[in-house]
């Protein structure tokens, strides 16, 4: 398998911030700067006089779903450029109401309150630390749902459940948080090839007086697929820490609850994030490019897959080659409701579980303290958290 390997110099960069100025985002009927999402209808709300507007859709602002088949080398969002370690992550700028010398700590919010005048201030122009990304997907599935759809994971789990988590569960401490993703568009090319058994016929023999055996007849293929392929909106969590196995369960909740309706991402507005907690994206391209490739590979695998009908006894891949011919990275805040629970195991490490649910479509994943010995008891079968792939193939070459 090749990598993100780069025919023709430097990335090419969408700029994605140029119509942004930091400071006063103002509502345009009555100027207050009180703006927050309303969840109901995914708009941006004046909390003076209620008019209520959307920044533009980020695939037609950007061009994000055209040309997929045509991409070469790296082409990013400027919001998803590296990250530029020694970048400030607390700025301090002036209110343009008052005059005032304003901070925001970017590191927990891209907002902050004048104290003079009172005035919302935000920050919508792309920093190298992370913190404004390319686009947002708003919340669009209430906080009431969310609580409902995280009572209901517990609750079919209750009995598994290590008795303190049901005592201390309460679905109120859900919070909102949007989650730092990279969105990725692959054009590649895959070529597999291998062996594959057609079965030609199927027989019973005698072996003894009263025993027979079944026996069959297969012919030995040699198989090749080699084909083009799109990968569209391939959503990757871009925050470290999520990322990270070893910190709990929490990457394959957050990767379960895909797939995300990523078609309609609206431009950032730090507004849309008001009233919700935010991550920033601490990992660059490089750093996911491993995690892309093999997802990638997975996707033509399936692709591969559903065209073996006719080898019914299957088929053993001996090589599986994919050339990426280009990618199309854009960073976006996703939004997700999270419970979360700070367990202490009995060897006295901390450990964290999470209940997440997709802000858009209410999926929900968790993972719950066991109770171990009321587990084994009734030696019920676990769920495992499959990683799935919330990947659309929309268009595909010849096959072979
Ligand atoms: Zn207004
Ligand atoms: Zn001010």
């Known amino acids: 398998m090749t990598g993100t390997g780069q025919a023709d110099g430097a990335p090419r960069v969408i700029r994605t911030d140029a119509e942004t100025a930091d400071g006063l985002s103002k509502c345009s009927r009555c100027g207050a700067t009180q703006i927050a ?75 902050a309150r004048c104290h003079w005048c009172r005035n919302k201030l935000s920050v919508n122009q792309q920093v190298p630390n992370g913190a404004v990304p390319d686009m947002v997907l708003p919340f669009s599935l209430p906080k009431e749902k969310a609580v409902e759809q995280i009572a209901r994971f517990v609750r079919k789990r209750r009995f598994f459940a290590h008795p303190r988590f049901r005592e201390e569960f309460n679905p109120e401490n859900v919070l909102g948080a949007y989650l730092p993703y990279m969105v990725v568009d692959v054009n590649a090319h895959a070529s597999f090839s291998g062996q594959g058994e057609h079965q030609t016929r199927r027989y019973s023999v005698k072996v003894s007086e009263d025993r027979s055996e079944t026996r069959y007849d297969a012919d030995l293929y040699d198989v090749g697929r080699d084909f083009d392929l799109e990968v569209h909106d ?7 820490e999520r990322l990270d196995q070893r910190s709990g369960t929490s990457n394959n909740v957050i990767n379960a609850i895909r797939p995300f309706d990523l078609e309609n991402a609206v431009t950032y507005d730090s507004n849309y994030l008001a009233g919700f907690t935010s991550e920033r994206r601490d990992t660059d391209v490089a750093d996911l490019a491993p995690i892309v490739d093999a997802q990638s590979t997975d996707v033509a695998r399936h692709v591969a897959d559903d065209t073996l009908g006719f080898y019914g006894r299957g088929v053993r891949w001996d090589d599986e080659r994919l050339t990426v011919k280009g990618q199309r990275w854009v960073s976006a805040y996703l939004p997700v409701w999270l419970y979360s629970y700070h367990q202490t195991k009995r060897d006295g490490e901390p450990m964290v579980h999470y209940v997440a649910v997709n802000g858009r479509t209410g999926a929900v994943m968790g993972s719950v303290p066991i109770n171990y010995p009321r587990l084994l008891l009734t030696s019920a079968a676990v769920e495992v958290l499959g990683i799935v792939v919330g990947t659309i193939v929309l268009a595909l070459g010849a096959l072979s």
């Open 37 to 111: 999402l309303n969840i109901g209808t995914g708009m941006l709300r004046c909390s003076f006089c209620r008019h209520e507007w959307s920044t533009p859709g980020a695939n037609e602002a950007f061009g994000l779903d055209e040309g997929v088949g045509d991409l070469t080398g790296i082409t990013m969002g400027s919001g998803s450029a590296d990250l530029v370690p020694t970048a400030e992550v607390v700025l301090t700028f002036k209110c343009s109401a008052c005059g005032a010398e304003i901070v925001v700590d970017t590191a927990s919010s891209t907002q």
């Open 234 to 240: 391939l959503a990757v969590v871009s925050s470290r």
